[in-house]
């Protein structure tokens, strides 16, 4: 890819050349899920903006989504499946890297799609290697 490197959407690859990405959107997901452990009383507001801090600083390559909208849209028709979700996948489709997911309900509906899935792999697979 053009010097740049392989590029994984979520897992952290022994190889020196393997590059995070994630699509802009995950500073507000990160942001949100953050803020609901708070008022769940599961982290404090000291523990929680640690986390941000932490994830601020992360070595994760940001894209616009923008460029991914219609291809995420489109993979959420398909799949039946929350398009928010589906950016990442387009993004992982757009850069020709893995997309990389906890979502086991996610991978299950990647399943029945198998041009879809052979994008994915799921944090258990990604942590083994």
């Known amino acids: 890819m053009g010097g740049r490197g392989r590029r994984d959407t979520a897992s952290a690859d022994a190889t020196p050349e ?37 994830l601020q600083g992360a070595e994760i390559e940001l894209l616009p989504t923008r460029s991914s909208m219609e291809a995420a849209t489109r993979i959420a028709i398909e799949l039946d499946h929350p398009a928010h979700d589906c950016v990442y996948l ?8 893995k997309f990389v ?16 899935r052979a994008r994915a792999i799921s944090l258990t697979e990604a942590a083994k290697l």
């Open 90 to 97: 387009a993004l992982a489709i757009d850069n020709d890297c």
């Open 18 to 54: 393997a590059k995070l990405i994630a699509p802009d959107l995950l500073i507000a997901e990160c942001a949100n899920i953050l803020w609901k452990k708070v008022q769940r009383n599961e982290l404090s507001k000291e523990e929680a903006l640690l986390a941000a801090r932490l």
């Open 101 to 116: 997911t906890a979502d086991e309900r996610l991978l299950r509906k990647l399943g029945q799609k198998q041009t879809l």
